[in-house]
Every structure is written in structure tokens, then in C-alpha cells.
């Protein structure tokens, strides 16, 4: 089953502009990663953050969680047409020992569309 | 330095027959991981090892289903009396460790399709 759901499930903007796709979860986290996927293969890390953290940026990404509201939003600022991809959050469920578990649970993506 | 590689890149079988399906981790990496990735959906665990032992199987959908590390290292998926559901990407990561705040790296996938 699936724990993430990332919002919304299909976002198309033009270069330059900002993108922020959500994500909302169930359970209680250690930490919840951010991947890119492009033509449906291999995805690529982009950004940790942890559960005591509540923001985190790299480059043009920015990441914000909420563990109180289960959620957290990436944004991506200045998009580029290299941007298209589809984005998945995956989170890494807390364990009885309060120690991360190393499954992650993925959303079903938000696919993003950047166009020039 | 070599990510991770999987191997075939694509296969096509009939239902009922056997694959087998290849994965090299990143060298060093102790913890090697596979999903599978639906049409449309994102990827869902299968199986965890840590070195040589599968320290989690709960993910495999049923006992058609078996993976293997024999060295610590490649690890092979093996899916017997395939049937048309099983098509799907099936995708490998690797990890430094175990511990859950690894980032996982993962390999383009096998795009396996079940006639």
C-alpha cells in the first residue's frame, strides 16, 4: 500500500515559473526524501529532510514538513524545461524503537510538465 | 564512480515462464532494495537485504516471487509461472546502510512485460 500522496497529481506551468507539489502521509516518520523520476525508469534522490527538521533547500529546491499536519511541499523556483519529470515523496516509517526503518513508502507522484 | 546497474533493461516472456532479473549495487553498498513500479503509480517494496541475508520479505506479493544475494553484492530477483499481472518496472537501490536516513540509489529499472 501506499502511504504518500503527493497534490497535485498532474502540474504544468512555463519556464521560469515556480512549481510546489504537496505531499500528504499517514504515519508517523523518521524522515521523508523527495525523488525525481524522468520517462518512467530510474529515480533520482533530491533532497533528505528529517523529522525535527521543518526546512531544507538545495539549489533551486526547497523542502518544508509539517509532522503535525503529516504533509510536506517542494518547491522548485525558476523552472527549466529539464524540470519535466514526475516528483514522488517517500517516507521512511518510524519504528517501535523510534529508529527509521529503511522501507521507503512511495507516493503515486505528481507529474510535472515545464513548458519553454 | 558506477551507479547502479540492472540488467535486462527490457523483457518480454509469455505467461507462465520463469525470469530472472539482475541487480549490481553500488560497490560498498551493504543494503540493496527492491520495488516495483506500476503503471501510473510509484514504486512499492519488495524486499530488503542487508549483506548477504533478506532481512525483509514482506513485500513480495506472493511465493512466485524470490530474490537472492549469495556474495553480499548482485542480487538477483527470480519470478516463476510469471502471469500478466506481474508487468511492471522492477527497480533496484542501494544504500551505505541500513538505518533508514540513507538516501537509497536507485538503477534505471527493468521494464519486465508478461505476454
Known amino acids: 500500500s501506499q502511504q504518500g500522496e503527493e497534490d497535485p497529481q498532474a502540474l504544468s506551468i512555463q519556464e521560469g515559473e515556480n512549481a510546489t507539489m504537496n505531499c500528504s502521509y499517514k504515519?508517523?516518520?523518521?524522515?521523508l526524501q523527495w525523488y525525481r523520476q524522468n520517462s518512467g525508469r530510474g529515480l533520482v534522490h533530491l533532497i533528505l529532510?528529517?523529522?525535527?527538521?521543518r526546512e531544507k533547500h538545495s539549489g533551486r529546491l526547497r523542502v518544508t514538513l509539517d509532522t503535525s499536519k503529516k504533509s510536506s511541499s517542494l518547491l522548485i523556483t525558476a523552472s527549466r524545461a529539464a524540470d519535466t519529470a514526475s516528483y514522488f515523496c517517500?517516507?521512511?516509517?518510524?519504528?517501535?524503537?523510534?529508529?527509521?526503518?529503511?522501507?521507503?513508502?512511495f507516493g503515486k507522484g505528481t507529474k510535472l510538465s515545464v513548458i519553454p | 564512480g558506477a551507479g547502479v546497474s540492472q540488467t535486462p533493461s527490457n523483457k518480454v516472456t509469455e505467461k507462465g515462464k520463469y525470469v530472472e532479473l539482475r541487480c549490481d549495487p553500488i560497490?560498498?553498498?551493504?543494503?540493496l532494495y527492491w520495488y516495483r513500479q506500476s503503471l501510473g503509480q510509484g514504486p512499492e517494496f519488495l524486499i530488503y537485504?542487508?549483506?548477504?541475508?533478506?532481512?525483509?520479505d514482506s513485500g513480495l506479493p506472493n511465493d512466485r516471487f524470490f530474490a537472492v544475494r549469495p556474495e553480499g553484492s548482485v542480487s538477483t530477483l527470480k519470478i516463476q509461472r510469471t502471469e500478466r499481472g506481474d508487468s511492471a518496472v522492477y527497480l533496484c537501490?542501494?544504500?551505505?546502510?541500513?538505518?533508514?536516513?540513507?538516501?537509497?540509489?536507485f538503477g534505471p529499472g527493468t521494464r519486465l512485460t508478461v505476454l
Open positions: 537485504f542487508q549483506g548477504t541475508g533478506a532481512a525483509d
Open positions: 529532510i528529517r523529522s525535527n527538521e
Open positions: 517517500a517516507t521512511d516509517a518510524e519504528d517501535d524503537s523510534g529508529a527509521g526503518s529503511y522501507q521507503l513508502t
Open positions: 504515519t508517523s516518520i523518521n524522515n
Open positions: 560497490s560498498g553498498h551493504t543494503a
Open positions: 537501490a542501494s544504500s551505505l546502510d541500513s538505518g533508514g536516513a540513507d538516501e537509497q540509489f
